[in-house]
């Protein structure tokens, strides 16, 4: 079987000017519906981290790779979705994006405090949205063991803002 970055490398569709002029948007989207890709990004995803007791996914592409992976593991799986989501009692981190600002939302009573959550999302890119997953299961009382991502995009500070956890990239571009 070919290897995960080389599936994605093959798969991967690059949009133009999406989601606006001057963006070029990397669509994981046809490497998720191919079966050996998705099982050689999970498989590469979970192996990659040695000790975790739930896999946490980030709104949206994150609970795809979140519920293959905690199965993998066997495991369970927490999703960290965009604010308004989810029902009362809710944690909330707010941040700040390159053009604009967001809030993340868990379950305040989802976590048992000293949970080992292995978190995961299909991009890294200035790493905002991830450092701020990060930040709020850690208000939970989790230990975030490791960060996995699909592409990682270069140049943009992603990895450099999450300094000092264990990020795993599939492919850099």
């Not at 798969?11 to 998720?32: H, I, K, Q, S, Y």
């Not at 000790?51 to 369970?76: Q, S």
């Not at 930040?135 to 000092?164: D, I, Y």
Request: proline share 5%; with cysteine; charged share 25%.
């Amino acid at each position: 079987m070919p290897a995960a970055a080389e599936l994605v490398d093959r798969l991967t569709v690059a949009v133009p000017d999406f989601p606006e002029p001057g963006v070029l948007f990397r669509d994981l989207t046809p490497t998720f519906a191919d079966a050996e890709a998705f099982r050689a990004i999970t498989d590469e995803l979970v192996g990659a981290f040695d000790t975790f007791d739930l896999v946490a996914g980030i709104e949206a592409r994150g609970f795809l790779l979140a519920a293959a992976a905690a199965y993998a593991a066997r495991t369970g799986v927490v999703a960290v979705r965009k604010a308004g989501k989810l029902p009362p009692r809710t944690l909330i981190e707010h941040y700040e994006l390159e053009y604009g600002a967001a809030a993340l939302e868990i379950r305040a009573d989802q976590l048992v405090p000293g949970t080992r959550v292995l978190v995961l999302d299909d991009v890294l890119a200035t790493g905002g949205t991830v450092d701020a997953t990060c930040t709020l299961l850690e208000r939970a009382g989790a230990v975030v063991t490791g960060v996995g991502v699909v592409l990682e995009l270069a140049g943009l500070g992603g990895r450099e803002r999450l300094a000092g956890r264990a990020v795993h990239a599939i492919r850099l571009v």
